[in-house]
């Protein structure tokens, strides 16, 4: 079974800085993997996907995530933090079955 | 962009009462579209996939008859809560996609917040 894991539920950044959210994947077959932004109130925007081609996947807004399959990881990060950045984040994953599983969340915190 | 309307954004409503939750795709044609629940500070949780004509296919542990589907055209899907309890309260959000969420993109609605007293 697939499954993502996001290690820690909520992340606090000062602006300027770097933004790391963390997240490994299990998945029986080569997976695809996504990031997901939530901002409250409001549905789920796509960031990034990672398909099998690059292992560096560059997304919107400054974002880009890494897929390490030694690490079974695809942690997501921004070089320079901004306040419009602070919303709740998910990774997920899928197998290839046309269904996407996502992570808890982590909620990320711009400090001023 | 593609753009994916739901409708209503927040609902509040008595116990017994049955809900009906709207989910629109504005300027596309949506072969599937899934509806999930969110609860509060938690993940999505996949409740259901809805292809056009045909029968929503449920995720395990979500009762068929309390979370009534309808996807009448390639616009427009439709949630509806039976009876809604308390515990029914949740966030719910629906999504489109045209082919394979692998292949396309998946446009998500703003969600509706549901609150059962």
């Known amino acids: 079974a697939q499954s993502v894991t996001q290690l820690g539920s909520h992340v606090s950044v000062s602006e300027g800085a770097l933004v790391l959210l963390r997240c490994n994947y299990s998945s029986s077959v080569p997976p695809y993997l996504f990031w997901y932004v939530q901002y409250p109130n409001q549905g789920l925007q796509l960031l990034l996907k990672y398909t099998s081609a690059a292992t560096l996947v560059k997304g919107i807004n400054g974002f880009e995530a890494e897929f390490k399959k030694s690490e079974t990881s695809f942690h997501l990060t921004k070089p320079s933090a901004h306040m419009s950045d602070a919303a709740e984040y998910f990774c997920a994953v899928s197998d290839r079955d046309d269904k996407i599983i996502f992570g808890k969340g982590t909620r990320l915190h711009i400090l001023p | 962009g593609a753009v994916v309307s739901q409708h209503p954004s927040w609902v509040i409503c008595k116990s017994g009462t049955s809900v009906k939750i709207e989910c629109r795709s504005l300027?596309?044609?949506?072969?599937?579209m899934f509806w999930y629940r969110q609860f509060p500070k938690q993940s999505l949780m996949l409740m259901a996939t809805?292809?056009?004509?045909?029968?929503?296919?449920?995720e395990q542990g979500v009762e068929k008859d309390k979370f009534l589907i309808n996807h009448a055209s390639l616009t427009l899907s439709t949630l509806t809560v039976t009876s809604a309890h308390p515990e029914d309260s949740s966030f719910y959000i629906c999504s489109a996609t045209v082919g394979r969420i692998l292949d396309q993109p998946q446009h998500f609605g703003d969600g509706t917040r549901l609150s059962i007293l």
């Open positions: 300027d596309f044609q949506a072969t599937t």
């Open positions: 809805s292809n056009e004509g045909s029968k929503a296919t449920y």
